[in-house]
Nanobody, 112 residues
Framework: VQVVESGGGLVQPGGSLTLSCVAS????????MNWYRQAPGKEPELVAN????????IYPASVHGRFTISRDNVKNTAYLSMRNLKPEDTAVYYC??????RGQGTQVTVSS
């Protein structure tokens, strides 16, 4: 059972980035999916949630309108599309399956 994130990197303020999370070892479509982030010295923050079928999503105010979570239950992959990135979005981003597994994370750095 595992999830593996990819797609992080360095991006300038105002830029865009899409993260991917590939799942294996479990029935992907049976689980809701989360994306969390954690900045140095801060608590983890839930930034997106999507239902099993992908028909409902939730975002906190800090990213609403800029981040979009989606999933492909055929490819066993979840995505986090981020636009209009800000320096305060800098963090390690984690893919999370509630009560099952969390990935190792991928670093996103927003800086000029």
């Amino acid at each position: 059972v595992q999830v593996v994130e990819s797609g992080g990197g360095l991006v300038q303020p105002g830029g865009s980035l899409t993260l991917s999370c590939v799942a294996s070892g479990f029935t992907f479509s049976d689980y809701a999916m989360n994306w969390y982030r954690q900045a140095p010295g801060k608590e983890p923050e839930l930034v997106a949630n999507i239902t099993r079928a992908g028909d409902n999503t939730i975002y906190p105010a800090s990213v609403h309108g800029r981040f979009t979570i989606s999933r492909d239950n055929v490819k066993n992959t979840a995505y986090l599309s981020m636009r209009n990135l800000k320096p305060e979005d800098t963090a390690v981003y984690y893919c999370d399956v509630p009560h099952l597994v969390r990935g190792q994370g991928t670093q996103v750095t927003v800086s000029s």
